[in-house]
């Protein structure tokens, strides 16, 4: 039997998703609570990284255990076991050829910006705080240069291992509510670090210290240098994976909890 499972964290206190020596990760703490419902040491496939810093909404996960459990014993069990920071939310048996990365058809993120004169004294960790007002309108204009199958090394981290840059972003839009401010992306993959930094370009379009047409110019110099500073992690979010409806995952709402249900009517008018 394979469960898969959909997980939701904070990041803020944990050094990224996988499992490194001496440091504490999401991974480990999920594996650890796993391995004492199961009653045996569990290993879990997963479809993708975060970095120190960054939460997920639908973390996907998969593991074959060798012991029998009910549904209820994978979801509550583990999560009486897990830090309050942990939670899982869906689970439920799944085909022997489902494999929580390489099924995957497409992620999508999201990067949540506060964008006021006046840092935020709540959700500390969970946004990213721009003092400088910002055009969305600018953004969402510029953000449709990066749409479609590119070469992103100027918007991949240095040390960034990935084999080729080349990824296909099938969607990108920039919504406001109120005083956030909400980059929203979909690609078929992502570098390291692309997404904070494709939100450091467009935030510096928006407050109005480079032109929308600048991005071009990022994305064709193929160079890290010639784009702007990496945006922190505290306001990136995996918010959904997508894979072949033969799996039959469950379609949960996107997150983060304190947006709601966005209204994607306000690309260009909210």
Not at 3 to 14: H, N, R, T
Not at 138 to 161: N, P, W, Y
């Amino acid at each position: 039997m394979r469960v898969a499972l959909i997980v939701e964290y904070d990041g803020s206190q944990y050094h990224g998703w996988q499992s490194q020596p001496k440091l504490r990760t999401v991974q480990d703490v999920l594996e650890k609570a796993l391995t004492q419902v199961a009653d045996h040491p569990v290993n879990i496939i997963y479809s993708g990284r975060t970095d120190t810093g960054v939460h997920a909404t639908h973390q996907v996960i998969t593991f074959d255990p060798q012991s029998t459990r009910n549904m209820r014993a994978w979801v509550h069990g583990t999560n009486a076991l897990l830090p309050k920071d942990v939670s899982v939310k869906w689970g439920q048996e799944i085909a022997d050829d489902f494999h929580a990365r390489y099924s995957a058809l497409s992620r999508r993120y999201r990067y949540v910006i506060y964008n006021a004169s006046i840092r935020p004294a709540l959700l500390q960790g969970n946004v990213t705080w721009q003092y400088r007002r910002l055009n969305h309108e600018l953004m969402q204009d510029a953000a449709q240069i990066l749409k479609g199958k590119h070469d992103f090394t100027s918007f991949r981290a240095v040390e960034c291992s990935a084999k080729s840059p080349i990824r296909d972003v099938h969607a990108i839009n920039i919504f406001r509510q109120g005083d956030l401010v909400i980059l929203d992306i979909t690609a078929n993959g992502f570098l390291h670090h692309m997404v904070r930094n494709i939100a450091g370009v467009l935030m510096a379009v928006g407050s109005g210290r480079q032109e929308v047409s600048w991005v071009h110019e990022v994305l064709q110099a193929k160079d890290r240098r010639k784009g702007a500073e990496t945006a922190p992690p505290y306001g990136l979010y995996l918010v959904d994976v997508s894979y072949p409806k033969k799996f039959n995952l469950a379609s949960l709402p996107l997150g983060p909890w304190f947006l709601g249900q966005l209204d994607e009517s306000c690309v260009t008018r909210c």
